[in-house]
């Protein structure tokens, strides 16, 4: 195990109605209040009205951002740190799910930032300590809600990229399943397909001794893997939702990753086709992943074959063998929720492969199980083909 | 499960060598520290020396309160207090384990309150902000360096008390493994049973739905059950002293806690064998929790078939009697590191019994799987004997 810092202050407050605490918490931080939001589904369920009343009922004076979407852009969060600079907002209130956070989170480092606020995703500039952040979490997936991370994406130059700093912890986040409700179920699947992403990214990786934190992810794993066939059958579900969103948040809260390696070369691979064809971020992770596996798998393969015995029950003595096994297994899981496993099936063939690697590896080699340089991420983009 | 709020923002600092940040760390919550410690096998082991020129270095301003005992006593939080009133202390810097830890936390609880400290813990009377705590942990076991609880003892009354305080979380926990290397085996084991007994207590009761704190909780179950033998085997081993030291902090920081009902009577009764004849409380839990969960596993046999299954293995249709083999299974595991689990192998007969039972029960029926009143207790501490 390497040594860590562990140090998570964002409040959870969890449970049906918790959505009723938003006026009160958000009140903790000041007087004026920008709300961020998607488009327009939090209306539709009621939940922008609730919040707005819970908001007024503090006496606070509210401000508006809304519109954002999925793969997040910059654009809106210079609009978002434009509003904040001229009337002087106290605290950022972001209600929706981890793009809407990332606005915020994207606007609050920008706000102590001199230049433009994308400097901060290409030069890796320090971010300073910034106003507040509060949740209201909507979809469960990100974890962005409990960790101090944003990817944004700019359209011009054609990158998704990611910040990070304990400064961009939200200082609450409020999950209350009933919001969750009524998300389709493709983006619930989505959902469920970036959770168990956060946790691959953590799992599968060369540490050898961080036993109890391989456990948690395998806790993990297998509680989606037990709740999502369920969920599918039953959208309504409020327990199952409950449990999903748990694990949301905790697949990358640092519990599962602290004094390990990691990997995430497969999210740098899913971010450049996501930035070339705007398919939502769990799409491309289902895509990605099983193939990402198999190309690594001779690396580490007992770590695969823990996660065929100890997530799928797979027996057997030869851990790359199991391992396989385990993958597949995974194949079949995500294909039995509907989920698609390869770019042909999204309609995305082999032209534009090149630019996607080119982009994934802008910055260097990715990952640490292997280092995979241009050629290799080609290779794994056409093994999802 | 249920609604819960999960706040823990203790900053942890996990690694071989982390001692060395303990003087900027306390630096900045102050000028002047009160260094509060053991019994001596701080110095033994050169920590004590390394700690003071650590604060020193920093140009800190040292107090010191030394001389706290297993199952602390009120009274040195007494004269903790005086000191930190009459010296203007601006941070507590605990460096020890649970005792010292808890010594701490309630001289700081004490410290904002105008009665007497004993009041807090009998009378249950709200805790007020107060000064930081900071932690250097020397044995894996308590869980107090991550939590807001503490648990104290007071001789005159022969009581044993617990008080919690969100204002109690310790600002900062520096956990160095090095630092708990020296621990003697059987503190060591007495520890373990320590962490699995605080499992046990949240992993154990009627909450139906937790399904992800549930697999949490076998996590760190299996990590100690696995990791136990080697560290008796070769208690030297830092890999070893790594796992099981995180094993500890993640079994009382909530993580596997919220959303559940939880038990604690196990606790109640092993806090009322303790008063009388002053055991580690490791050892009084190795002997009770066996014995309360053959008095329980009734209401809840499927929670236990679960520990056999997912923890031990165990295979079998009923899950009465593959529950009844996991706690056989755990009993097995005590007595194969060279722990008792009974009373009468301590030298404590039935003579106190009924004295044990009324201090349980002192504030009404205890636990919640079973609510245990005074003949309940009397039962399951003739079966410990």
């Known amino acids: ?86 009337n002087k907002i106290d605290i950022l209130l972001a209600v929706g799910g981890g793009s809407v956070i990332d606005t915020a989170k994207a606007i609050a480092a920008g706000l102590t930032y001199e230049g433009d606020v994308w400097d901060l995703f290409t030069k890796r500039i320090p971010i300073k300590p910034t106003i507040p952040i509060g949740v209201v979490l909507t979809l469960a997936a990100t974890g962005s809600e409990m960790n101090g991370n944003a990817v944004i994406s ?15 912890y939200p200082k609450f986040s409020i999950l209350d399943p009933q919001n969750t409700v009524s998300v ?7 959902g469920i397909v970036d959770i168990l992403s956060h946790v691959f990214e953590q799992y599968f990786d060369r540490t050898e001794d961080a036993i109890l934190q391989d456990r948690f992810a395998e806790a993990i794993m297998r509680t989606v893997i037990e709740t999502a066939p369920k969920l599918a059958q039953n959208p309504e579900d409020l327990e199952s939702r409950a449990i999903i969103l748990w694990c949301g948040t905790n ?7 602290v004094g390990k390696e990691q990997d995430w070369a497969s999210h740098a691979i899913e971010h450049a086709i996501s930035a070339l064809y705007d398919i939502p971020h769990g799409l491309g992770l289902a895509i990605v992943f099983p193939h990402w596996m198999k190309y690594v798998i001779d690396v580490i393969p007992n770590k695969f074959a823990n996660f065929a ?61 292997k280092k995979l340089n241009k050629e290799d991420v080609y290779k794994i983009l056409e093994m999802c083909l």
């Open 251 to 257: 697949a990358l809260n640092g519990i599962i990753g």
């Open 154 to 168: 700019n359209m011009d130059t054609q990158e998704k990229l990611a910040i990070s700093s304990p400064y961009l």
């Open 309 to 369: 015995r100890n997530v799928w029950g797979i027996q057997g003595e030869d851990d790359f063998e199991v391992g396989l096994k385990g993958i597949d297994k995974l194949i079949d899981f995500y294909e039995s929720l509907g989920i698609p496993t390869n770019l042909s099936r999204i309609g995305i063939n082999n032209e534009r492969l090149e630019e996607m690697a080119e982009k994934a590896t802008k910055f260097g080699p990715i990952g640490n199980v």
């Open 1 to 86: 195990m390497r040594n860590f810092v562990f140090h998570n202050p964002t409040k959870i407050i969890f449970g049906n109605d918790s959505t009723n605490k938003v006026g009160k918490e958000t009140k903790n931080y000041g007087k004026k209040v920008l709300l961020i939001t998607g488009q327009g589904s939090i209306k539709k369920i009621g939940l922008y009205d609730k919040v707005v009343d819970l908001l007024k009922k503090e006496e606070l004076e509210i401000y508006e951002l809304s519109g954002v979407k999925p793969n997040p852009r910059v654009d809106l969060v210079r609009e978002g740190i434009k509003i904040v600079r001229e």
């Open 184 to 190: 389709p179920l493709n983006h619930t699947l989505y």
